[in-house]
């Protein structure tokens, strides 16, 4: 038995070849079926004592596992080709993920929540179960998350360094940390703080900033999966495909680093049932290199802003 799939948000391909009953039904597990083997390594992790090592070893399995499932099962198939850039990817995700992330993250967040901790964090539900806790911290995350990324998009001096991200010309797991350092420090000093505030204990520090990196690899990935109602509650990678669209009109929405929460309150969801643009980048000039990437947004000559309205540097 096979199954011909039509032109869609949810194609197969885009030559309408036909995949079995096995493959479709795949499509439906994947995404939920890996996030949920990177929360059991980070679990294990925990109940071992040993969380950082746990985190580095579900990471790179996770990248291995995309690398291979992207040449199985792409999306876009265009998107499989050398685009010059992996030097480049790699030395911002080194740079802003590794120096930022873990350093400012890892280093500065756990220690503040151990402050917190230690003044009482009396603001934080201590006596929820821990996976309500996680909940509760991922929501306070993203609500900064959510900021810091609809104003780089809305504000010229931040689109600068954001441009650097939306240039890359195909989405797949390798350039996920294509971030300048400036954007990623951003983010955090805008998400971060708020769970100091709450008062949020370590482990969910740890929880939060572990399932966002996760999210956020599956997120760009080039993989064929279908979604369903998860497009509503999570950053799937057929909602992110739509943010990176050329189109002001399409790529000025779907702000959710790993939650669609704000966008729908805030009406900046859009997730139409069409095949999402796989031209993506952006309308200006950027470098390929990874020094004229970083030192793009210093430079007079910008990226078109994409937004319908506001923002002047």
């Known amino acids: 038995m096979s199954i011909v799939f039509e032109e869609g948000a949810d194609a197969i391909t885009g030559d309408g070849r036909q995949r079995g009953l096995a493959t479709y039904a795949l499509t439906f597990l994947l995404w939920p079926a890996i996030l949920a083997a990177c929360i059991y390594g980070t679990w294990l992790g925990f109940e071992s004592g040993h969380s950082a090592i746990y985190f580095n070893i579900t990471y790179l399995l996770l990248a291995l596992s995309l690398f291979a ?5 792409p999306h876009e198939r265009e998107w499989l080709k050398n685009d010059r850039q992996m030097g480049a990817d790699l030395a911002h995700t080194l740079l802003s993920k590794g ?20 003044k009482g964090g009396e603001f934080w539900p201590t006596h929820w179960p821990l996976a309500f806790q996680i909940m509760l911290g991922l929501v306070i995350a993203e609500a900064g998350l959510y900021i810091a990324h609809r104003v ?14 939306h240039s890359a010309p195909r989405l797949w797991f390798f350039n996920t940390g294509r971030f300048h350092l400036v954007d990623t420090v951003t983010s955090i000093l805008l998400s971060q703080p708020l769970l100091f505030l709450a008062g949020a204990p370590s482990d969910v520090f740890i929880w939060t900033n572990s399932i966002t990196a996760f999210i956020g690899m599956l997120t760009h990935c080039n993989i064929e999966m279908r979604f369903g109602p998860l497009n ?17 009109a399409e790529g000025n929405s779907n702000y959710g680093e790993n939650l669609m929460l704000f966008d729908i309150l805030f009406r900046t969801f859009y997730c139409p049932n069409r095949r999402p ?6 309308d200006g000039p950027m470098p390929t290199n990874f020094t004229g990437q970083f030192a793009q947004p210093f430079r007079r000559d910008q990226a078109a802003l994409p937004v319908t309205s506001g923002g002047d540097d």
Not at 152 to 165: G, Y
Request: net charge neutral; charged share 15%.
């Open 277 to 282: 643009p796989a031209d993506i980048g952006i």
């Open 232 to 248: 509503y509650v999570f950053n799937t990678p057929a909602v992110h495909r739509w943010h990176h669209s050329r189109n002001p």
């Open 69 to 73: 499932l992207e040449r199985l099962l």
């Open 152 to 165: 780089a998009h809305e504000w010229a001096l931040l689109w600068r360094f954001h441009a650097v991200h």
């Open 99 to 118: 120096f930022a992330q873990v350093l400012v993250i890892v280093g500065l967040t756990i220690g503040i929540a151990e402050v917190a901790a230690s």
